[in-house]
């Protein structure tokens, strides 16, 4: 059975990967059965010379590193453009990396959740990331409506876990007529569900919905075609798939079709306003079409450094590619789970491939999870949970193998249960 993983790693085409990457190691010096990359992704070995570059040029510089040199700061977003439209199927002028995920998520919602009397709600997700919670409560609230009214859960069917793609649609229907924004996280973080991005837009959109996306666990993960499959806009970090560091920069889309909207409102910084006239310091905003007119500061230029290294690995491999490993290790995974005995760990995430990336969402028996988390730590598994019984477990494809997969399902088989 190992010999199975270890062959199937052997016959891997992104094998080498692995290498780019430094894997936390146990106290005794060996590599950690790390499958947590849904959560902090790993560190890329260039990571830190890129960063170092930028050091030594601030050093040596001072302010002039904002124009002089290689990578001069001023347009050193601009780097990351073209990686970055790649990576989430966009054009390069609907993609920015900025901010943080919940600041891009405000940002966006004070463009396209425009409140008014009978179109009032956000339809999102049950169990929706607290910070995404909290968000849409509080813009709710800033417009002076009542959360408990105008934010909709959508809930699965009595006794199941995800929600079904039709009860979806159906409830976009029902309810579309008072609905202003339609917010989904894709995939979602807990069962690690994936919503089809191009039907959920196709139904908001006939009812005069915005549609956004918080691809938090889709960016670097999902094979996405944004600009094709239409939404008005989408968020994500960059410190989870996209292995760019904690408290990385992030990313944000705005659909062509807004680009050059003036009438939308938003909120509006220097770095929003148009570069040929920028540093003339005058009144009168002007913004740069498309997503970086949404801009706000000064970028953070190490993190951006960081974020780079990491692109250029995604690059290099390809989303395709990616995902396709992707998918044959979580149906590895999947297929190694399915032999334990059903009593005992439950798969909640959807079994169908087209439904979820690579996060698999394990149900394990009842007040055992801190114990067997326990137990999985003294095996070197790094892996993450949920209260009260939901392990996560994220095999991603740039790093992990087939034998990191084998050696947690094996560490899972020898937990005494009672
Ligand atoms: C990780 C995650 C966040 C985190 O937001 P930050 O602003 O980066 O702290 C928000 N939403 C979702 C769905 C997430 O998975």
Redesign the pocket.
């Known amino acids: 059975m190992e010999d199975f993983a270890r062959r199937l790693d052997r016959e891997d085409p992104l094998a080498r990967f692995r290498e780019q990457f430094h894997i936390p190691l146990t106290e005794s010096g060996e590599p950690r059965i790390y499958l947590c990359g849904n959560s902090l992704g790993l560190q890329p070995k260039k990571a830190r010379g890129y960063i170092e570059q930028e050091l030594d040029r601030w050093a040596r510089l001072g302010v002039e590193g904002h124009f002089r040199g290689q990578h001069s700061w001023m347009p050193y977003h601009e780097l990351l453009t073209e990686p970055t439209a790649r990576l989430v199927g966009g054009l390069p002028h609907e993609v920015v990396v900025m901010n943080?995920?919940?600041?891009n998520l405000h940002l966006m919602m004070v463009s396209f959740y425009r409140p008014r009397r009978d179109r009032f709600k956000i339809l999102i997700e049950g169990g929706a990331?607290p910070?995404?919670q909290y968000a849409v409560t509080s813009q709710a609230a800033f417009h002076g409506y009542d959360p408990k009214e105008a934010v909709v859960e959508l809930r699965p069917r009595l006794g199941e876990d995800c929600l079904r793609p039709e009860d979806i649609l159906s409830a976009i229907e029902r309810e579309g007529d008072s609905v202003a924004l339609i917010l989904l996280?894709n995939p979602n973080?807990f069962t690690g569900q994936a919503f089809d991005i191009a039907a959920i837009t196709q139904a908001g959109h006939a009812k005069g919905c915005r549609v956004g996306f918080?691809l938090?666990?889709g960016a670097g993960n999902l094979l996405l075609k944004m600009h094709e499959w239409g939404p008005d806009f989408a968020v994500w970090?960059c410190y989870?798939y996209l292995n760019a560091g904690p408290g990385a920069v992030?990313g944000c889309f705005v659909h062509e079709r807004h680009a050059r909207d003036l009438n939308l409102p938003r909120f509006a910084g220097w770095w929003g306003h148009n570069k040929e006239t920028r540093f003339e310091m005058k009144p009168g905003f002007d913004p740069i079409p498309g997503a970086e007119g949404w801009q706000l500061s000064n970028a953070p230029i190490l993190q951006m450094a960081a974020l780079r290294a990491s692109l250029e690995l995604f690059d290099e491999a390809g989303m395709p590619e990616l995902r396709k490993k992707a998918d044959r290790l979580t149906g590895y995974l999947e297929y190694l789970l399915d032999q334990l005995p059903d009593e005992q760990f439950r798969i909640i995430t959807p079994r169908d491939p087209a439904q979820r990336g690579s996060q698999l969402s394990l149900q394990v028996p009842a007040r055992s999870g801190r114990r067997l988390l326990a137990g999985l730590e003294r095996a070197g598994v790094i892996c993450d949970y949920r209260e009260p019984d939901i392990i996560r477990v994220a095999p991603v494809p740039l790093y992990n193998s087939f034998l990191d997969v084998w050696r947690f399902v094996n560490a899972l088989t020898e937990f005494e249960l009672s």
Request: proline fraction near 0%.
């Open positions: 943080s995920l919940t600041v990331f910070s995404d996280g973080y918080d938090a666990h970090c989870k992030a």
